[in-house]
T-cell receptor, first 117, second 113 residues
């Protein structure tokens, strides 16, 4: 299965703990995007990364949130000192490099559902 | 930021019916994408549209990129029970940096009791 993989699927944290969400893009894709979805709402863009580069983080909260996409390994979305308002579904998507067919099409993983107690 | 207004917010379908939903924006979009999301899963790409006026089909689904580049619609013909789910439009605004998608609020498709 060459789809976008995310883990864990469910994550429970207490207030003040750290949450780490992982995403492996589809094979052959070099662009990764993170989105957040609250219940009954659409997805909201957070950050767009290429290998070792953050391209657009205009949707990321200024504090406690960070993302990386290292040369080797999955992309990581890190939330420090979680609060109840961070509870949401976090989705990762990937797309091919620019210039390739379907460059503008983003394919989503199954998501990580974060619950902050 | 850009907003996509998607309507209706929810609809009931009866097997065999044709249904339609649409998305509008005050901004011009380069790309329109339609996704379906089922409970506990991520959105699945149904149709991608790249040119104003483009009409594209995927099985019983048909979507169009509006001429003004500010709207798109999705039709489902001869609906079946497995069409139930939430359908999202998403677009890439002309002035957006990078490839970020702006999502509509979704249309929840339910089966008539």
């Amino acid at each position: 299965n060459a789809g976008v993989m995310q883990n864990p699927r469910h994550l429970v944290r207490r207030r003040g703990q750290e949450a780490r969400l992982r995403c492996s893009p589809m094979k052959g894709h070099s662009h990764v995007y993170w989105y957040r979805q609250l219940p009954e709402e659409g997805l909201k863009f957070m950050v767009y990364l290429q290998k070792e580069n953050i391209i657009d983080e205009s949707g990321m909260p200024k504090e406690r949130f960070s993302a990386e996409f290292p040369k080797e390994g999955p992309s990581i979305l890190r939330i420090q000192q979680v609060v109840r308002g961070d509870s949401a579904a976090y989705f990762c998507a990937s797309s091919p490099a620019s210039g390739q067919p379907s460059y503008n099409e983003q394919f989503f993983g199954p998501g990580t559902r974060l619950t902050v107690l | 930021g850009q907003q996509l207004n998607q309507s209706p917010q929810s609809m009931f379908i009866q097997e065999g019916e044709d249904v339609s939903m649409n998305c509008t924006s005050s901004s011009i979009f380069n790309t329109w994408l339609w996704y379906k999301q089922e409970p506990g899963e991520g959105p699945v790409l149904l149709i991608a549209l790249y040119k104003a006026g483009e009409l594209t089909s995927n099985g019983r689904l048909t979507a169009q990129f509006g001429i003004t580049r500010k709207d798109s619609f999705l039709n489902i013909s001869a609906s079946i029970p497995s069409d139930v789910g939430i359908y999202f439009c998403a677009g890439q605004p002309v002035k957006a940096a990078g490839n970020k998608l702006t999502f509509g609020g979704g249309t929840r498709v339910l089966v008539k009791p």
